[in-house]
């Protein structure tokens, strides 16, 4: 075998939802020179996310569909974040698919994706 050298730059990104001061010390944070919080949306925020991944997944947006999910919300406490309209839909068309149907914004898809996807402790 021949070795070759491919240049390439690295970036190493740290996520996490728990307090970074909480993991590491005052030392370790002091070289991470960039630190971005990202925040959760907001509902209209949340709300356009919403509709762009019923887009991308070919799920026919429906405002009763959002109301639906966001019905789970507030009924649970639970806090909006960019990744749950991507991840709820997902486990909608898994549930659909399970059974046989199209998916789309029909309440008791909507119930199992979100008994599926969020965990009551």
Known sequence: GKKIEIPFDMLIIFSTNLDPKD?????????????????????????????????????EFTAEGLGGF?????ANGLEYRACHPRDLLEQLTDAARFFGRPAAL??????????????KL
Not at 26 to 52: M, N
Not at 70 to 74: C, I, K, P, S
Not at 106 to 119: G, H, K, N, T, W
């Open 23 to 59: 993991l590491v010390d005052e030392a370790f944070l002091r070289r991470i020179r960039y630190k971005i919080a990202i925040d959760s949306p907001t509902l209209p925020q949340f709300e356009e996310i919403f509709r762009r991944m019923c887009a991308r997944k070919q799920i």
């Open 70 to 74: 966001l019905a789970y919300y507030t």
């Open 106 to 119: 029909q309440p008791d898809l909507i119930r199992m994706a979100c008994e599926s996807y969020f965990v």
